[in-house]
């Protein structure tokens, strides 16, 4: 009987973690889509153009390492290499949907940009 609600748990953790990382994955998208607005609103109201490029070049970097490590993570669990690691995946899920739910209120609530460092760092 333990092996068949080891089996459920693991059944069920798959398609939680593949949900979780598409739902990150369309956010960062979607934060690359509205690069421009997520710039000025993290800006002071009289900014330079050296200051606006600073914050681009930061936020560019950190959004195309955010892709590179989602092609990895994603070629991995695909491929069957990760997908059914318990530890791996529960770890997978919590720093997924903690990015999600951080990333939607950088969104939503225009946080400074170098916080998305720091969400970057514990959720990646």
């Given at each position: 009987?333990?092996?068949?609600?080891?089996?459920?748990?693991?059944?069920?953790?798959?398609?939680?973690?593949?949900l979780v990382l598409i739902a990150h994955l369309?956010?960062?998208?979607?934060?690359?889509?509205?690069?421009?607005?997520?710039?000025?609103?993290?800006?002071?109201?009289?900014?330079?153009?050296?200051?606006y490029n600073e914050k681009q070049t930061l936020l560019i970097i950190?959004?195309?390492?955010?892709?590179?490590?989602?092609?990895?993570?994603?070629?991995?669990?695909?491929?069957?290499?990760?997908?059914?690691?318990?530890?791996?995946?529960?770890?997978?899920?919590?720093?997924?949907?903690?990015?999600?739910?951080?990333?939607?209120?950088?969104?939503?609530?225009?946080?400074?940009?170098?916080?998305?460092?720091?969400?970057?760092?514990?959720?990646?």
């Amino acid at each position: 009987m333990a092996i068949i609600g080891k089996m459920r748990v693991t059944q069920s953790l798959v398609p939680a973690r593949f949900l979780v990382l598409i739902a990150h994955l369309v956010i960062v998208i979607t934060m690359f889509w509205s690069l421009d607005l997520n710039l000025i609103s993290c800006l002071p109201p009289s900014y330079t153009t050296a200051q606006y490029n600073e914050k681009q070049t930061l936020l560019i970097i950190l959004l195309s390492i955010t892709l590179a490590m989602f092609l990895i993570e994603l070629c991995g669990f695909v491929s069957g290499f990760s997908m059914f690691n318990q530890s791996q995946s529960l770890l997978s899920i919590a720093a997924h949907a903690g990015a999600c739910v951080s990333l939607s209120f950088y969104l939503f609530d225009s946080w400074d940009c170098t916080l998305y460092a720091y969400i970057f760092g514990f959720c990646r």
